[in-house]
């Protein structure tokens, strides 16, 4: 007797690992190559007879190098994705939120897993060029394999000129994106956010500033950051309450309420 050959549709293959944020090596190890650098050079002066005075520079340099490596690494820490910040945003637990410059995804995925019944909009223009293989499709996968695909979204454009309607979101949330912008792209794209945010909705802004650990890192270059009364500044006159000011490992992080007051032109 014949035996029927039945058909089946292949499973399509689920996708394993974890989010790849792609942040390039050296913002994390970076501070190893001048530390192993100038420690060889303290290590051949010691060793050629060399007065203290000779090596003491580069054994300063090495020991900078050591510390920014250790801020990096377990202060900053860009390829990992930390729980999230912030307990009393969307307390509830419920809404739309839109994470403005959302990147390779890191506080969306952290969002997503705290909150299981918010929705997310990712936006960004995905031209950053310290992020490997930056793209929609990369942000994509990173959610896919944070397990948030369902409830997170992409969409691709302008932090100051929002494609969204007018109070589009419960709420909106940023992290060291906003600061890269020249201070009227900033005061462009606050002006968006609370354009876009429903009246009472939270904002949670998480941006860099002048502090110890990044003056270690960074040195001199920390003159360029912002100080957290700019930040203080330009919420107020985009027409943000200020309800809470922190500081998460080496980022300040303010909580703002859209207070529905029109924004300072």
């Given at each position: ?14 996708e ?7 942040y ?8 190893l190559l ?15 007879g ?15 190098g050591?510390?920014g ?15 999230f910040?912030?307990?009393?945003f ?40 310290y992020?490997h ?33 007018p ?5 909106a949330?940023s ?8 201070p ?15 009246p ?7 941006v ?6 990044l ?15 700019f ?35």
């Amino acid at each position: 007797m014949a035996h029927g050959i039945s058909a089946s549709t292949p499973t399509p293959a689920t996708e394993t690992g974890s989010p790849d944020l792609g942040y390039h090596w050296i913002w994390t190890y970076g501070h190893l190559l001048p530390a192993f650098v100038f420690a060889a050079t303290t290590v051949a002066l010691i060793l050629l007879g060399f007065p203290w005075w000779a090596w003491l520079v580069p054994a300063v340099l090495a020991a900078w190098g050591v510390a920014g490596f250790l801020v990096m690494r377990f202060g900053v820490r860009m390829n990992e994705i930390a729980a999230f910040p912030a307990a009393d945003f969307l307390a509830d637990g419920s809404g739309k939120v839109l994470d403005v410059g959302c990147g390779s995804g890191r506080l969306s995925i952290a969002l997503g897993r705290a909150r299981p019944r918010l929705t997310i909009t990712g936006l960004d223009n995905f031209r950053a060029d310290y992020i490997h293989g930056h793209g929609a499709e990369n942000t994509e996968r990173n959610f896919r394999l944070a397990g948030i695909a369902e409830r997170a979204t992409i969409r691709p454009g302008d932090m100051r000129e929002m494609p969204f309607e007018p109070g589009s979101f419960q709420g909106a949330m940023s992290s060291a994106a906003i600061d890269h912008l020249e201070p009227d792209g900033i005061r462009k794209t606050l002006r968006e956010i609370h354009r876009v945010v429903e009246p009472g909705g939270q904002f949670l802004l998480l941006v860099i500033v002048p502090n110890i650990w990044l003056r270690i890192a960074f040195g001199p270059l920390v003159g360029r950051m912002r100080p957290r009364s700019f930040w203080q500044n330009e919420l107020t006159a985009a027409g943000f309450d200020i309800q809470r000011q922190g500081t998460v490992r080496t980022t300040a992080l303010f909580l703002s309420r859209n207070d529905n007051a029109q924004a300072e032109e």
